[in-house]
Every structure is written in structure tokens, then in C-alpha cells.
């Protein structure tokens, strides 16, 4: 018999955080696993391994820590990406890790593919937190393929999630933004229902 669960893409930053965007982006991890979602990251450092950290700390979840691995841009094709100091991707949380053979992104992301359109289709409901770069051209690909250009932003699978200032104008434009975890569950869950998938009620 086919179980299908949910796959829900965090993206954010892949620097360094301070302690308060861990804790939020831990807190995201564990809220998608109360949903009984897969967790999809894009297998790096930040806010990608912060959520898979709290992912996978929530016992008796149903989902798996998924990373989308981009390739190293200046490298094999089999060459994974890693950070400026070295480190290799994927980080030691992700319990599937999908090779793709892409770069992170690329400058005519309209045409041209990259890891991030990976994360992004994949995805059957996005969460965005704060992020500069590579986050920024995950939204605008968010907001463009998959029919979502056709849609309004409140119809929209992706949620923002944090203060206004911490996105661009676009992606303000173009999405629903929460200030709570709960505010961002809620709106997830009812994507995923809306879509056919069976989600908790109450939520955890």
C-alpha cells in the first residue's frame, strides 16, 4: 500500500546564525514534522541544518530529513557543494540525500536549471525564512513555476514566515507573511488539505 506524505521545503540562509534565527529555524523543523511531513532542505548549513536539527528531534514523527545536494559550480559533476571553509554538503542531519548534479543557482534561473528549482518543485508547501541570495531566487522560483504565477498570493503553497524587513519587496508582494509558528502551521496545514493530504486536527 502507497503512503504518501507531504513534502515541505524550508529555505533560508545557509551562513552562520545567531542564536534567535536557531531557534526559530529549529522550531520551523519541528513544526513540519507535527504536520507528518517530510522535511525537505537543500542539504547545507544555517537554516537549512538548524531545521533538520529540530526535524529530527521530534520522536515518533512520521516524515524524513530530505537534503537536495547541489553539485560544487567549479567542480564534477559528482562534486558536492560545500561552505567557504570547506565543509561538504550534506550536513549530518539529513537522512536522505539526493545528488543532483546541479549547481545551487544560476543567473538565468527562467531557462536554466539548478538545485534550487529542485527544492522548489519538489515541495508540496514551502516555509521562507529570512535568507539573502540563493533564499531570494528560491521565492522568485516559487512564485513563478508549479501555476503559481496564475494564482493570488493567499492561494499561493509558500508562507513567509518572520519580520517584514527580513524579505524583499517581491516576495512580499507575492506571498503570505506570518509572524508565529502557529500562524505558518496553520497556513500550511490548510495548503496540505486543500491539496488531499491528511494533517493533523488539532495540530501538535
Not at 531570494?136 to 513563478?144: G, H, P, S, V, Y
Not at 508562507?159 to 517584514?164: D, H, R, S, Y
Amino acid at each position: 500500500m502507497v503512503h504518501r506524505l507531504p513534502v515541505v521545503a524550508v529555505l533560508g540562509s545557509g551562513s552562520p546564525l545567531p542564536p534567535e534565527r536557531v531557534a526559530l529555524a529549529r522550531a520551523v523543523g519541528a513544526m513540519v514534522a507535527g504536520l507528518g511531513a517530510h522535511l525537505l532542505t537543500g542539504a547545507g548549513f544555517g537554516v537549512m541544518s538548524a531545521a533538520a536539527e529540530g526535524f529530527v528531534a521530534v520522536p515518533a514523527r512520521r516524515g524524513l530529513s530530505l537534503g537536495m545536494v547541489p553539485r560544487d559550480p567549479a567542480g564534477d559533476l559528482d562534486a558536492p557543494h560545500h561552505t567557504p571553509d570547506g565543509i561538504a554538503y550534506p550536513n549530518p542531519l539529513v537522512e536522505l540525500a539526493i545528488f543532483t548534479a546541479l549547481p545551487p543557482r544560476v543567473e538565468d534561473w527562467t531557462t536554466a536549471p539548478s538545485r534550487n528549482h529542485v527544492n522548489v518543485l519538489s515541495a508540496d508547501a514551502v516555509v521562507g525564512l529570512a535568507g539573502s541570495v540563493g533564499t531570494r531566487n528560491e521565492l522568485a522560483i516559487a512564485a513563478r513555476f508549479r501555476g503559481e504565477a496564475e494564482r493570488p498570493p493567499a492561494a499561493r503553497r509558500t508562507v513567509l514566515l518572520g519580520p517584514a524587513e527580513d524579505f524583499p519587496d517581491e516576495a512580499r508582494a507575492a506571498f503570505v507573511r506570518v509572524d508565529t509558528i502557529a500562524a505558518a502551521a496553520e497556513r500550511l496545514a490548510g495548503i496540505l488539505r486543500r491539496d488531499g493530504f491528511s494533517i493533523p486536527d488539532p495540530l501538535p
